[in-house]
Every structure is written in C-alpha cells, then in structure tokens.
C-alpha cells in the first residue's frame, strides 16, 4: 500500500480555482501599488470585500464545506459532485440534513456559515470571550448557531471538537493536529487561490515582489501561499512569517524543530492569536525556505493606522504583514531592488 505521510500537502489548485469561476460571488481581488510613510513603494493584495465577507478566509472554508459536501454526496449515491449541481434540489436536500461546526478567531467561522448556507446546509460556530460580539452578529446573519465556549481561543477549538463527537456535526476546523488533518488541507486549497491570482497578475504586469510578508495565526494562509509562490512562482521572493510577538507558535516550532505551542497575553492581532500552530501548515513552512518576525501589539496597531489611511480600511490583524515589512524598512532599502508584498487579510467590519 502506498505510503501517506499526513503532513503532505500537494493542494488540487486548478479545482480550487475552477470552483470559485462557478461562483457568482466571486471575483479576483484588487492589487493596489501603494507608498508607505516612508516612500516605499510596495504591492498590496486587498482582501477586505473577499466575496462580500470582507476577508480571505471567504476562500477556505465554503470551498471545504462543497468538498465535505461532495464526499457526503458520493457515499449516499456513488456520483462526484460537480459544483453546478450544488444548487440543484436533491443535493440540497441532502446539505439540509449536514451541520458543520468549527471554532472561530472570526473569520474562518463567517466563511463556514456562508459556506454552509450557501448550499443549505446548517452551521454552528464555537467563540471564544475574546472575539469581538459583531462577529457573533454576522454569524447568526448567515444562519449559524452561535455558541459562546470558553475564554481563550484553545477552549473554543476543544469545545468545537466535543461538539461535534458528540451531535454527529461536522467538524471543520482551519487548525490541524495529529489524527485530524485532510479537511484543514482543503481550507488551504482555497486559500490557493489568492496566490493563483498574484501569479497571473504579475506574469502581466512584469513587476514581481522581492519579498512577501505573510501574516499567520495557525499558519494555514501562509503555508498556502509560501507553497504555491515555491511551486509556480516565475521569480522567487524571499518569505516572511509573521505573527504577534504574544502568539509566536510557528516560529518557536522553527526553533524546536517540532510543533510546539507558544503562550503568552492575549494579543490586539486577534485573528493572528492562536497560540498552537497548524501542524499541516508548520511543515509546509519548514520546506518552504522561509524566515520567521514577530510584531509587537504597537508595532501592530501603528501598521493598521497606516494602511488605513492609505486607503484600505483595516484591522492590527489584516495590516500585519505590513507592520513587519516596516519594522525590516532600515535594514532593506539600500537595496533599490526592495519591492515588497503584502496582504490586507481583513477589512473593518
Ligand atoms: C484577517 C486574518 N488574517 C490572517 C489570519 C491567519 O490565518 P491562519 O490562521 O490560516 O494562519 C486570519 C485567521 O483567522 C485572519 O482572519
């Protein structure tokens, strides 16, 4: 029998993508050339109004729910499910009997809800106290079930995990951990796709970045795209995680060698604050030839006043990757091949 290694990540990209075509909600979204402060001209990827959630993670989880879905379908019927017939009577009907629960820094939750509402199906999402009440507001928007479980991120994901072993739910989580990792490689399929459309862009505009920041909490967006610009991309840039400096798992697991949890406060990046990194996405970041930065909770918030007032509206957590790129300005703008991405993760709700 062939040999899988569960920390394998070798994502099906062009599904991902041929599936969000299908989707009327779904549109590239903006690259913008801005100029920080300082001068630096840099390339920002704005995924503050993804899909109408108003962030990236619009492309993770509703593209897992149509997987989940599509092998939920194929046991009841022996037939793959084409994203066309998502819409159709009886595969609804089916969905109407699926509930998918996760927990949620925000984000991930609203694209579950969506997802799951998005083929009839029901939702119920895990909110730990620190997560702002709008969200719960959007949630319950979308049809989910909201269920407030615990204080800290951590004890909504155990919760989340008791939920649904015991009420049959579907568990779908962006985190992964040992014996639970296949549905989180989906959520990063989705999230392919934002790299599929920078890599067009730059084939055609010529200008490719020197460097990409990539603003983590259990590290799926970033493993995503540091897979995909190592696979595809023309001109390869250098790679920089960033997390907050309270929430820095994935770079202590660099350090250990091994995944390994980080505690400290909780941090103003709320959606970077996970303190158990993915082991999916750690062990793709460890192949990928990638260094790891920490940002402090001012160094987070100065970075979310400036990208706002450049124009794009938005949080410590979406303008993070931005607050690293300006903490390393001094050391590389002697270089006048210094072009910088980033990317705006989040707009404010
Ligand atoms: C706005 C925003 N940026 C970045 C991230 C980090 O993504 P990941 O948890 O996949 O590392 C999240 C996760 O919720 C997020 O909501």
């Given amino acids: ?22 989707q009327q909600n779904y549109a590239v979204s903006p690259l913008r050339r801005l100029q920080g402060p300082d001068g630096q001209t840099f390339w920002a990827k704005d995924e503050t109004g993804r899909m109408g959630l108003g ?6 989880a509703p593209y ?37 629960a996760c927990a949620s820094a925000g984000n991930h939750g609203l694209g579950v809800a969506a997802g799951a509402q998005a083929v009839g199906a029901k939702s119920r999402i895990h909110l730990a106290r620190t997560v702002p009440a709008s969200f719960a507001e959007r949630l319950k928007g979308l049809g989910a079930e909201v269920v407030w479980s615990g204080t800290v991120y951590d004890e909504s994901v155990a919760a989340a995990i008791a939920d649904a072993s015991q009420t049959g739910a579907t568990l779908l989580a962006d985190g992964s951990w040992p014996g639970y990792t296949e549905t989180p490689k989906w959520v990063m399929e989705g999230y392919c796709v934002i790299a599929e ?16 920041y990539l603003q983590a909490g259990v590290g799926g ?22 997390e907050p400096a309270a929430a820095a798992c994935l770079k202590a697991s660099h350090e250990a060698g091994t995944a390994t949890r980080s505690d400290g406060p ?6 970077l604050d996970c ?9 793709v970041l460890e192949r990928c030839n990638v260094t790891y930065q920490t940002l402090s909770e001012k160094e987070g918030a100065s970075a979310a006043e400036a990208v706002t007032k450049l124009g794009i509206a938005t949080t410590p957590s979406g303008a993070a990757g931005f607050g690293a790129l300006c903490t390393q300005l001094s050391d590389k703008t002697n270089g006048k091949d210094f072009l910088p991405l980033v990317i705006i993760s989040e707009g404010l709700a």
């Fill in 64 to 100: 897992a729910v149509a997987r989940l879905l599509g092998d939920t379908w194929f046991a009841h019927t022996g037939e793959t499910l084409t994203p066309d017939r998502l819409l159709d009577a009886d595969v609804r009907a089916l969905a109407a009997t699926q509930t998918f």
């Fill in 1 to 22: 029998m062939k040999h899988v290694d569960i920390l394998d990540f070798a994502p099906d990209f062009k599904r991902a993508v041929a599936f969000f075509k299908e």
């Fill in 266 to 271: 909780d941090s103003n990046m709320g959606r």
């Fill in 275 to 283: 303190k158990e990194p993915s082991i999916v996405a750690w062990h």
């Fill in 221 to 242: 967006l970033a493993a995503a795209m540091a897979h995909m610009i190592r696979l595809n991309w023309t001109v390869q840039p250098e790679l920089i995680v960033v």
């Fill in 197 to 212: 459309e920078l890599r067009a862009s730059f084939e055609t505009l010529g200008h490719w970045p020197s460097h990409v």
């Fill in 55 to 60: 962030a990236f993670k619009a492309l993770g």
